[in-house]
């Protein structure tokens, strides 16, 4: 794919404070990709500067090849959704669509139609005149993405617009926001810190900490090979082991040697180990890889979630087995499902 947006070595100091330390992105056209991380990481002042909302302290800003840092919001081929959707309240549904092509002064007929179309994209034909307090929270939300629509950006920039959601809500319109993005074949940029809405809807997560970048991948590659702690830790649940890679295809940890896939380390190198928690399964004694005791178990709907105090440490287990409480039990896993990663600082 083409890439159309570059940010380059871009910093921002607030104050003497560096928020943003050197941001170094390829965004794609017609790419889903999203900022994701914990609040004050940079996210939100990285889609800003995009926008033009926020001047950058150093480095560049391409679109297209051509650097639009100079560039006014209304200049950029860009439209926004805010967390705060900004609808004015005293326009109806059409109105509010419409408003960005009436300061263009195009032709009546043709907003109407723009309009229409818009509506039915977002699954609002028929809203034209409702008010926008008799607007569900979704419902206002799909307004302001018409609103951004309609101006047939190349890019649109949301940022966490569905926060004020409830949770049945929002999951919903994770999926909608998807396949929108996919009908219109724009490009979104998204921020969030929910991780499970990165994972919904992203062709590409970025990880973001302290103002800079962790990990960029498609989301099964961030969850199943995150390259150090932070990311292992704040994507998915997680049991983390400091361990040794005694060398390629051999890491050893908890005082036992094991088989892996992982390789390209040095030997006899401290690492980091990731071992999920639906990966690991509970077998009984003796016909497993470690052996421990059943210390808490808690039914989470779809699945157990259950604790096994053993030897070295607690590991967390996902599981649709119930196992009593007090049980002696063994843990066993593969070697694909041993994730060896550089330690933080060392990569």
């Avoid at 609040?39 to 800003?48: I, Q």
């Avoid at 034909?125 to 409702?130: A, C, D, L, Q, V």
């Avoid at 639906?278 to 808690?298: A, R």
């Avoid at 287990?317 to 409480?325: G, N």
């Amino acid at each position: 794919m083409k890439k159309l947006i570059q940010l380059k070595n871009l910093t921002k100091e607030y104050g003497g404070q560096v928020v943003l330390k050197g941001i170094n992105l390829d965004i794609h056209e017609n790419e889903f990709l999203t900022l994701l991380g914990p609040s004050g990481c940079g996210k939100t002042t990285t889609l800003r500067i995009i926008g033009g909302f926020e001047e950058k302290s150093g480095g560049d800003v391409l679109f297209d090849d051509v650097d639009i840092s100079s560039l006014p919001p209304y200049k950029r081929e860009i439209n926004t959704v805010f967390q705060k959707y900004a609808l004015f309240p005293h326009m109806n549904v059409f109105q509010n669509i419409a408003f960005g092509l009436n300061l263009k002064k195009i032709d009546h007929s043709i907003v109407e139609q723009k309009v229409t179309k818009t509506l039915k994209l977002v699954g609002l034909s028929g809203f034209e005149k409702r008010a926008i307090d008799q607007l569900s929270g979704g419902q206002q939300q799909r307004v302001a993405i018409a609103r951004a629509l309609i101006n047939e950006p190349k890019v649109l920039l949301l940022d966490e617009p569905l926060g004020a959601l409830d949770l049945k809500l929002r999951k919903e319109m994770q999926l909608e926001l998807k396949k929108i993005q996919k009908e219109v074949g724009i490009t979104f940029i998204y921020v969030t810190h929910d991780q499970e809405e990165a994972l919904t809807m992203s062709d590409t997560i970025v990880i973001m900490n302290d103002g800079m970048i962790q990990q960029i991948g498609s989301p099964t590659d961030i969850y199943n090979e995150p390259e150090n702690r932070f990311v292992a830790q704040f994507i998915g649940d997680s049991n983390i082991v400091e361990g040794v890679m005694l060398k390629d295809y051999l890491v050893k940890f908890d005082g036992q040697e094991f088989d892996c896939v992982d390789y390209g380390f040095d030997d006899n190198e401290e690492v980091d180990v990731v071992l999920r928690p639906e990966d690991l399964d509970i077998v009984e004694l003796g016909q497993g890889k470690m052996s421990g005791e059943v210390e808490t178990i808690i039914f989470k709907g779809v699945h157990y979630e259950i604790t096994v105090r053993c030897e070295n440490r607690h590991y967390l287990i996902h599981t649709t087995d119930y196992v009593e409480v007090g049980k002696k039990v063994d843990l066993n896993f593969y070697p694909e499902d041993i994730h060896v990663m550089y330690k933080m600082g060392t990569y």
